[in-house]
């Protein structure tokens, strides 16, 4: 059994680019969540119309590392979809967003706390961990609490450094002892 996939959904290309980091560290499979009609209206709606297919066998993996946008207070629901669709074939998942919510904002209505904890909610034992990368931790300290910067930013190899990186180095740290851990039991 591979140890490893990180199956992602993207809008604008951040969570891409995060998903993309994770497989190389990690060096394990990659796949993107392809919605039926990929809406976007539909998914601030909270309207779901479905997923195509993993290409990938889901069953074949120790860990998940799903990895996907917050928006408006919500899990996605072509990530809410793939979990749904897959849930009798997931051993663990990770949760990982690069998302508006900064650290200060976390526990907000629109925070990714908030949105953490509903998924705890939904898989319970199944979900491992889920880890949040702020987007605005990109941006100048002056900048990392106004709302328009932070919808504007992207994730590029030129601004994924000092406090971005830290987090996620640590987030890939943990991952691989938990998983190390967690096998040896
Ligand atoms: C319409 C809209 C609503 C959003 N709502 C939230 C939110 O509720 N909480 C949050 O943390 N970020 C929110 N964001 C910010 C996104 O999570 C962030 O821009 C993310 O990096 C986009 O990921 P993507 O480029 O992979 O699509 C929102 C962004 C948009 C465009």
Redo the contacts with the bound molecule.
Sequence with gaps: MKKFIVVYY???????YLAKKIASQLDCDIEKIMPRVNSFIFF?LNISLGIKKIKHDVAGYENIILC???????FLSPLHDFYKKYKKSIKKLYFV?????GFKVKDDK???ATVFKYIKGLMGEKLAHCEALP?GLTLPAEKQDDGDA??KA?LSDENFKDEIEQHFNQFIEQLKRETKKRNKK
């Design positions: 993207s809008r604008t290309g951040n969570n891409e601030l996907g946008p917050i928006m408006m207070g919500r967003t690069c998302c508006g919510s629109f925070g990714h987007v932070i919808m992207r």
